[in-house]
């Protein structure tokens, strides 16, 4: 058994800046318990409320008073990219459809990479690029985030 030298259990708000780096793509940002290791090599648990979902430059609290930076690790990822809006929404009705988790800015969407949504994409004349990237998607009604200690409630279709 590993011991987890660290436990990380509260995002916060803090005036000073952050000891540690902690390196995560979204699918481990998504985790309420997860064990990670810093950028010192240091071994550290994630102990979040569930539903809790961590953003690239959150604020952890380790229990022993130091502060841990998240960032977004770099991931397989589709980029769409077009000046036409009405394909642009198209787009993200069709993947939101499916249930698919987006990341949305003006005139691009970007989503984990899968090469059937891709194919989709360019079936309605979109250009896909794939690329390695940082993924933060949109929250959603029912998501919970660490940002500005704010603790919506997740909610599940069972």
Request: proline content about 3%; overall charge negative.
């Amino acid at each position: 058994m590993i011991k987890i030298n660290l436990k990380l259990d509260r995002s916060v708000d803090h005036p000073r800046g952050a000891e540690r780096r902690l390196l995560l793509p979204f699918g481990e940002r998504s985790k309420s318990r997860l064990r990670a290791v810093l950028d010192n090599g240091e071994e550290a648990g994630l102990f979040l409320e569930r539903g809790t979902i961590l953003r690239g430059g959150d604020l952890l609290l380790a229990d022993d008073g130091r502060v841990v930076e998240v960032q977004a690790a770099d991931e397989s990822v589709s980029t769409v990219h077009t000046g036409d809006t009405l394909q642009l929404a198209r787009a993200c009705y069709h993947l939101g459809n499916r249930h698919v988790a987006l990341q949305i800015g003006p005139g691009w969407l970007r989503y984990q990479h899968d090469h059937v949504l891709d194919d989709m994409l360019r079936g309605f004349g979109l250009e896909v690029r794939v690329e390695l990237a940082p993924f933060e998607p949109e929250g959603g009604a029912y998501v919970s985030h660490a940002h500005a200690n704010s603790h919506a409630h997740s909610h599940s279709h069972g």
